[in-house]
């Protein structure tokens, strides 16, 4: 289970025990310089988004990001992965000497959907390389997996009943995952297997990233 702290709250004579889930820390693999820590986001309608993401996220949900280019989808990505709590992101203990155990995290990762693709095809002609299965356990098995550019696809049935068993494998997982497209949401749609739709109107969040892009203008509202 979750490391968990607890909080009384109290209202006069009674004492009111709150559940509060303690943050652990995971690393992100493919964290880009461009989307660090110490880039700040401004605007009203952005932190909203991010919120609404933020809840779904905690909840092991499938979270689809879309709209126009530069209105901070990744970067809201990169701060989920690095500020929500994730549900079932701890590994079994590990003891060293019989004695401390040290808790193993699962990672956040941040890939495009096209990488995945390129490593899968990759590994047909390289015996060196890893495997279709041991390339989608590494994606399935992630407390939060990030595909940017999920639109960018070859449309082959291969790739698209790849994406679906990779979704659905984390939907299993309860663990969080987030789809990031420069389309909209009927034309993203589309694109989509009706398994991955059903996942999205269950246990998903759309996120229509509507605003203006940061790269023409800075948003204050």
Known sequence: AESEKYDSLHTGDAATLVLEPTRVNIPIIGQTTR???CVAIY????QAAYQRAKVCAERGGLI???GGRGTG?????FHLARNANFPNCTLAPIYKNGFMPEYRTRPAIYTKAMEIFLDCKHSFSRKDA????????KLEDAAFLIIDEAQVRGETKFEDDMLTHLIDK?????????LITNLGR???AATLSP???SRIEQIGCGIDCNWQSYRTKTNTK
Do not use: C, N
């Open 43 to 46: 605007g009203d309608q952005w």
């Open 186 to 188: 009927k034309e993203f």
């Open 130 to 137: 890893p495997t279709v299965k041991e390339i989608l356990q």
């Open 35 to 37: 989307h660090a820590d």
């Open 195 to 197: 398994s991955i739709i």
């Open 170 to 178: 984390r939907y299993d997982g309860e663990r969080a995952t987030m």
């Open 64 to 66: 689809v990001a879309y």
């Open 73 to 77: 989808k990744t970067q809201m990505a």
